[in-house]
């Protein structure tokens, strides 16, 4: 990890770094920022989450803490009871997409094991007792797999997991029920947004029991042009069918955003340019800025330095961009906890010098 | 002259300069850009423009050019006759403000006096015979009325101007005769427009017999938050009756704009901060821009300046940017004539260029 982005961020005493997924190398990483899985699990000795008490999640808290204790997670792990972390801090591992929001926000023993480099979290006592969740650079559909599904069987060694023979991996809500798996692809997609076909795309995803989420998964917005693509359907159909839609779908999408990339580029190459420059200019220049602006010139700079129109930035310097400027990390970088137009003015403050160290 | 500004605009033999009135340093010049006194005269012996023939107008042109030349005009004087110069040449004048756009538009023989500091223009054969103007820099009422008085003085000696005991000087359209005189003070005037103050400023403008025109005169819009303050009557006052109306109401509005200008600052420097710094950085980023979106920006950056927020970049670079981005002045810089898109591709280059040179 760089020294400017230590951003003091300890998870169960590990320092957790800006994570791989930022650095930009994985495959089509022009377009997909990183490829996530996560599986639901259960364990049959306690209550669904909705149902259990006070005294039995602490009970489950602990037990299930002693379980991944003794399984082999490869990195540097840490475990970090939330119950006992700062809202700023649990804030910073919603933007990073290692909790949920509502993981972040609920009561309670509950906690979560993250890998340092943000690979790999597993949530305790979410909406199900364990979230397992890998999360890889680029499109990695097979990689990540692997890895969570090696995690999964260590685990299921240790663990009496609630399974139906006829159901499969039972889970506190039914939309999870089966695989317990959700396959989820970011991608970037400013082309397709600027040429109003984006619309066009969801629609056809849709039609194949795929579904478009936000920057921060269900029922968030899409921010910078960022979209996830994700499995609808877990039950009545085996992990290797929703891997096979995704790896099918996705090179899809991604080929319609490239198109489209190259077609703006053909015909009108010096427009193209003026939108990523005025966005690097206002970036560079801004005084106050909010998260959504800084997002959609971020979107405007990324597609830039992926088509070579800006060659003064790595595009892992960008990257880190869109997650350091999300409100909890600029905190966290800033040492306090900031208002919103304080905010606003520490965010241009600090995507200013990043720039300016660039030049 | 710099050599960066070489435009090739040759008057007459004389090359033409930027301009003393671009250097900022007359007096309230960071809210008055320039202060303008026109004379207009006509000369017995010919028909009012309106009603000449084009061989008497030809004659005319070659008799004013001869007792022009018997005059003691100080500076680097040079004559052209407009019908033999260039579009291009004529346009760019227009954007100097050195003759009109009727003047450069019309037909027949015709030509203009110039200064190669630009501060001195005498039209000939416009809506008037002579049209005699001083241009200069900041505030500077009683300079530019002493300097074009003189000239008048040792014209009316040359010739026998159309003169009514009654009425005063005559001319082609009534509402210049009497004096004939025309002062106008081009203001810089952001924080009215910014705190939606103008269109009162310019009620209280209009009840004292001052008019508010737009940046190129009568019938022009404002561009770059400047606006143009004149008189309106010439017919029963005296020069000293407008000059004195004009020397107290333009420190009325310049103390409004102040006051504004310091209210916005004690009341969000960092939003106004904001506002310039983005001007900055969309000048130094776009790819294409338009003459009136730089002149928007250029208005940001030029109160910027003038307020210190901003201190890399001279207030005579800001200047002169308003006038060589304009349409015929770019042309001239880039050698060649230009389509609109080319046109907005060479601004935003030339921008560029010349605000890198200042970091």
């Known amino acids: 990890m760089n020294e400017r982005n230590r951003l003091g961020l300890s998870v169960g005493g590990v320092e957790l770094g800006l994570g791989e997924w930022l650095e930009g190398k994985g495959p089509e990483s022009d377009i997909v920022m990183s490829t996530r899985i996560r599986l639901a699990r259960n364990v049959v000795q306690f209550p669904f989450p909705g149902r259990i008490e006070e005294d039995r999640k602490a009970q489950l808290e602990r037990y299930l803490r002693e379980r991944l204790d003794e399984v082999d997670l490869a990195g540097n792990i840490g475990y970090q009871n939330l119950n006992e972390a700062s809202d700023l801090d649990r804030q910073c591992l919603v933007e990073r997409h290692l909790i949920s929001r509502d993981h972040a926000s609920s009561k309670g023993e509950r906690g979560v094991?993250?890998?340092?480099?943000?690979?790999?979290?597993?949530?305790?006592?979410?909406?199900?007792?364990?979230?397992?969740?890998?999360?890889?650079?680029?499109?990695?559909?097979?990689?990540?797999?692997?890895?969570?599904?090696?995690?999964?069987?260590?685990?299921?060694?240790?663990?009496?997991?609630?399974?139906s023979p006829e159901f499969g991996y039972l889970t506190s809500c039914p939309t999870n029920v089966g695989t317990g798996m959700r396959v989820s692809v970011m991608l970037h997609l400013p082309a397709l947004v600027m040429t109003k076909l984006i619309e066009k795309v969801f629609h056809a995803v849709n039609n194949v029991n795929l579904a478009v989420r936000g920057f921060y998964g269900e029922g968030t917005q899409a921010l910078g042009d960022f979209y996830q693509i994700s499995n609808q359907v877990t039950l009545g159909v085996s992990e290797a069918d929703v891997l096979k839609a995704m790896a099918e779908r996705v090179p899809q999408i991604i080929r319609y955003e490239r198109n489209m990339r190259e077609k703006l580029i053909n015909e009108n190459r010096i427009g193209l340019e003026d939108r990523v420059w005025r966005a690097v200019g206002l970036l560079e220049?801004?005084?106050?800025?909010?998260?959504?602006?800084?997002?959609?010139?971020?979107?405007?700079?990324?597609?830039?330095?992926?088509?070579?129109?800006?060659?003064?930035?790595?595009?892992?310097?960008?990257?880190?961009?869109?997650?350091?400027?999300?409100?909890?990390?600029?905190?966290?970088?800033?040492?306090?906890?900031?208002?919103?137009?304080?905010?606003?003015?520490?965010?241009?403050?600090?995507?200013?010098?990043?720039?300016?160290?660039?030049?």
Chains 1, 2 share one sequence.
């Not at 790999?120 to 969740?133: A, F, G, K, P």
């Open 285 to 359: 220049r801004a005084r106050l800025i909010n998260s959504e602006e800084t997002m959609s010139y971020l979107s405007a700079v990324r597609m830039g330095v992926n088509l070579g129109l800006v060659d003064s930035l790595p595009i892992s310097i960008v990257n880190e961009l869109f997650i350091l400027t999300q409100p909890a990390h600029l905190q966290k970088l800033n040492g306090c906890e900031l208002e919103t137009p304080e905010r606003d003015e520490v965010r241009a403050a600090f995507v200013r010098d990043r720039l300016a160290a660039m030049n």
């Open 113 to 163: 094991v993250v890998e340092s480099g943000g690979t790999l979290s597993i949530m305790v006592n979410e909406e199900d007792h364990l979230r397992l969740q890998v999360l890889r650079s680029g499109l990695q559909l097979d990689a990540a797999w692997d890895q969570v599904e090696a995690i999964d069987r260590q685990l299921e060694s240790k663990l009496d997991y609630a399974f």
